[in-house]
């Protein structure tokens, strides 16, 4: 029988064979099979427990995922009903029972008209899908040259070879082949770090500039899709001014250029809606990619929804004898869909979203109030995602690796105080369990003030 860490083997056992024989996915090389991760065994709620016994408030939800929080049985019981059912059938042959009923759950959650849904098996695969469909659409279409893909510095898409080079974060790219030309950047609409003495209104005005500027340079026959974050999640939580959407939107239509709201962390309730698109930024967009908060974490699923109005133009009558392959062996996988059936009932049975829309603004003022403090140089955030950014000389345009290493040793005292955060170069960025309870958010705030403070008197 498995114990505890899930395994036959006991903890140090396990530590050992991950420092042996384990890739993680952020391997430093030099030091492969020296690094021992914190190993974690059971979670419960907004907690997770580590291979020592101690308890952690889990900040970041494992990775923008666990919405619904850990140890929830209506889960691992619709995982099991349908592992024992029917663990999976080919998606090319046949069609399970969870994925057509998710697909329709899903095209009712959506805005607008995306009323289809492929599926995939998590967020850099849903995004990659996306944008293979935008080849698809344009060669369908008889516009070979339309494939540019606009996005944005700092925005991250995922780990695939295309995904990966849509990625405009420098930490992603070293020692990489990437499909770069296929992509042009656009400045990350981070409003914290603008030009110096512009306004934010200002800043508006140069985004929309720039990107009419760069369709323009381009030329819109060439501009297949503008891939965008609602609000640039790793990148450290940077929400766009207000407007910046819908006028890039705008623009997009005008062109015929499609708009890919990525949606992988914001998608399932982190902002206190199904999706942040039209809720939150105020636009439909023509096709959304979904991963992560889609299952809670407990199984991987992503997926996209598409625009009915954009599927017509390269379907039926119009298809011109076309055959649509990305022939994932998982598409739909029936146990991911059950699990994500399961996730989306308890998220509507237990209030989960009114929830979020509820505690958000106490979070936010909570993080707000750690500005005070001399190490943040800025504090952001919109439902339950939050970015605390550490910064040493505000009169540096750019984050320094001082800031950096400011932020590891915050992220440190709040481990041993009983808190993950997630450290992103100088920021520490937090999205809790969407099921956080006031009381735990106290908690997180006060052992994040605690270890701020304790950085601080490090360095003096
Ligand atoms: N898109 C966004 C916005 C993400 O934040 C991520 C991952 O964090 C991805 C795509 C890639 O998702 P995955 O890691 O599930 O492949």
Redesign the pocket.
Known sequence: MPNDVGSQWNAAELVEAAREHLISPAEEMAKLGTVTRPMLTTGDGVYVTNAQGRRLLDGPAG??CTQIGYNRREIADAISAQALRLSYNSPWYSVNGPSAELAARIASLTPGDLDHVFFTT??????DSALRFVQFYNNVLGRPDKKTILCRIDG????THL?AACSGRAGNRPNFDLALDTVSFLSAPNVYRRPKGMTEADFLEFLIGEFEDRVAAIGPDRIGAFLA?PLL??GGILIPPEGYHRRILDICRRHDILYIS?E??TGFGRCGHWFASEAVFGITPDII?F??GVTSGYVPL?GFALSDAVLARVSGENAKGSFYTNGYTYSGHPVSCAAALANIEVIERDGILAHVRDIAPYFQEQIRSLKQLPLVGDTRGTGLVACVECVTDPAAPEATDFDKEVSRRIDHHCYELGLIVRPIGNMCVLSPPLVITKAEIDSLIAILRRSIVLTQDELR
């Open positions: 990775m923008w998590g967020g850099s695969s849903a995004v991250y898409h995922g780990s995904t974050e999640a790793s990525d992988v962390v990619t991963a992560k992503g």
